[in-house]
Structure formats: C-alpha cells, structure tokens
C-alpha cells in the first residue's frame, strides 16, 4: 500500500521523508559494503602482510593469524560478489 502510494507521490513529484532517510541509510550501507567486501583491496592488504613479514615486522604466528583472517575475508567477499546481495530493484525511480 505504502510502495503504491510512494510511487504515485514521487510520480507527480513530492516525496516522503521517512522514505527518503530509508533511501540514503540504504546507499550509505551499499557504500560500505563495497568498500569492505573489495577483493581487489583485499588482495592489496594480503600482498601487504606477506611484504610486512618477509621484511620481519611481523612474526610468523601474528602472519598467519592475519593471513588466515584475510583469506577468509577474501571468501566472503567473492561470494558477496557472485550472489550480489547489494542490488536491487529500485521502484521507487
């Protein structure tokens, strides 16, 4: 009932407040997600640990610890990628 009503309003021009604040969290929430789920970063930060540890600035123990959990962030990121939750359908124009 609201999508309709929402649409017919935006139609002729006005808009609601309430649906415009859900909008901008949306985008600031997308912006995000992509910031994070980035597998090229993700990679730059990998690359970057392995640098940090053959140059001895990390121990071997604190290495694997990161890499493991880069690795596994680079998992989810993939498959964030493939399934491509952030996208919708936008309706409301």
Request: charged share 30%.
């Amino acid at each position: 009932m609201f999508i309709i009503d929402d649409i017919l309003l935006r139609s002729i021009g006005i808009s609601l407040p309430g649906l415009d604040m859900i909008w901008t969290l949306e985008q600031i929430q997308n912006f995000a997600l992509k910031g994070y789920y980035n597998p090229d970063k993700i990679k730059d930060q990998i690359k970057e640990t392995r640098l940090l540890y053959e140059f001895g600035e990390l121990d071997r123990q604190e290495y694997e610890r990161k890499n493991s959990e880069l690795l596994h962030k680079l998992d989810v990121a993939q498959k964030v990628l493939e399934m491509d939750l952030g996208s919708k359908m936008d309706i409301l124009g």
